[in-house]
């Protein structure tokens, strides 16, 4: 039993765990899981009761209850300097602060030209499956295109610094492995770039452990099925 | 010339100028900044032009460039960490963020969850208008309910250390403030005590400052309007 637990839905059909479970794992830190399910038919109950909004992922650290991937994240960072899951440097901290918020927001609250989307109905998380039979809508597409431009940019910018898009494994990496996996789901193309980065990402240690997780959870959730049968 | 500058769309129709703008003037840095109204027919590709991804706001500061209200706020409370824009203790600075990461992503990442919302079609921003003809439909207050509640939560339990979120000015309060003025707009009821923090926000001078120069930007916006009629 540690002082820290983490409270998500399930791996597979969830986008929101990954970010915040890679940070404490990036950052060594001893945690508890506590997964409650899609299929829970408690589930919005038990989440509403986690924190002021009801929203998960939640980070507990003894009293205090931490919840939003972003903020969770930047707490782990605080906690664990050492790990450097910030850029050391301002600037290069700051541009992966909008990476990181940008990734946040992804779908298009801020862009003022993208109309609603709702990825998730669409291109629902399931990170077992695979198909290649989604034509991307093309609302997404801008969304997707916006996303990879960030991620080619910061690999043109810093690929003398490491694999990742900062160099170093950092918050942004975090916040971008979710979208790594559906493309992987729903056989995004992409350029070569952005390709290399995926792989690079799916080759990590912690994300290798993740996906098998994901993909041995028990329970089904049939909303997030309808695409691969 | 600042080496600061500051990119927005028209402070009257637009929601997120807003934060930064407030974080800038708390933080006392002196900055330029560049108006694109929405209706520039040329908006789009002039947005595109001065940011990476086309998302106002942007800041930029000498070579550096960033984008999105959030991760523009953390890099003015980098820059000016004597104006105390984060709570100074760890687990406040935490939930502080949580919050702002919540207001963040509420019309984006959780729209997922309650699906069909789209408060800006609705109720769109509209700092100098008023109406109370607009029935706000139940998707949106359940937002509105998310945002409010956090509020009173905070009001309750900093009451002791200062006016605000969490007591002292904050980025919480600064991400809040396009909600107060939301609520204004459309007369929103209010319970007391958010009620009160309404109030207390429209009073900031940089706030009052704000809604002036909102109040006699030139541009119209027909789409923005529309409520009011």
Not at chain 2, 107 to 128: F, K, Q
Request: hydrophobic share 40%; net charge negative; aromatic share 10%.
């Amino acid at each position: 039993m540690t002082d820290l637990t983490l409270i998500t839905a399930n791996k597979n059909y969830s986008r929101w765990p990954l970010p915040a479970w890679l940070c404490l794992k990036v950052a060594g830190l001893e945690f508890d899981e506590v997964t409650i399910p899609f299929s829970d038919p408690d589930a919005r109950k038990r989440f509403d009761a986690l924190s002021p909004t009801g929203s998960v992922p939640v980070l507990k650290h003894g009293d205090l209850t931490i919840w939003d991937s972003a903020a969770i994240c930047e707490y782990v960072a605080e906690l664990a300097p050492e790990a450097g899951l910030w850029p050391d440097d301002r600037s290069t901290r700051a541009v992966a602060r909008s990476v990181v918020a940008d990734m946040h927001s992804f779908s298009g609250a801020h862009w003022a030209a993208v109309p609603f989307v709702s990825i998730g109905a669409v291109m629902p998380t399931n990170v077992r499956q695979r198909t290649e039979k989604i034509t991307v809508p093309a609302d997404i597409q801008r969304i997707y295109d916006r996303n990879t431009k960030i991620w080619r940019d910061c690999r043109s910018k810093h690929a003398a610094d490491g694999p990742y898009l900062f160099g170093r494994f950092s918050v942004a990496d975090a916040m971008s492995a979710p979208l790594v996996n559906r493309f992987v789901t729903y056989n995004v193309p992409l350029e070569e770039i952005e390709a290399d980065y995926c792989d690079t990402i799916r080759d990590h240690p912690l994300m290798k452990e993740y996906i098998a997780l994901a993909e041995q959870e028990p329970w089904v959730h049939a909303p997030s099925e309808h695409p691969f049968s | 010339m600042a080496d600061i500058t500051f990119i927005t769309a028209n402070k009257n129709y637009c929601l997120w100028p807003l934060p930064a703008w407030l974080c800038l003037k708390a933080a006392d840095l002196e900055f330029d900044e560049i108006t694109i109204p929405f209706s520039d027919p040329n908006a789009r590709e002039l947005f595109l032009q001065h940011t990476p991804t086309g998302s106002v706001p942007a800041l930029k500061h000498g070579d550096l460039m960033l984008w999105d209200s959030m991760a523009i706020c953390e890099y003015i409370a980098e820059l000016a960490p004597e104006a105390g824009l984060w709570p100074d203790d760890r687990s406040k600075r935490a939930i502080a963020r949580s919050f702002v990461a919540d207001i963040h992503s509420f019309s984006g990442a959780h729209r997922a969850e309650v699906p069909s919302i789209d408060v800006g079609r609705v109720m769109p921003t509209n700092i100098r208008e008023r109406t109370d003809r607009i029935k706000v439909p139940a998707d949106i207050q359940k937002v509105f309910d998310r945002n409010t509640n956090v509020w009173r939560e905070c009001r309750l339990k900093y009451a002791a250390d200062g006016p605000y979120l969490f007591g002292q000015f904050s980025i919480a309060d600064a991400m809040s403030a396009p909600f107060v003025n939301r609520f204004v707009t459309y007369s929103v009821p209010l319970g007391n005590i958010e009620a009160d923090y309404r109030d207390t926000m429209r009073a900031h001078p940089n706030i009052k400052e704000y809604i002036a120069i909102a109040e006699a930007e030139p541009w119209s916006h027909e789409y923005s309007d529309r409520p009011f009629s």
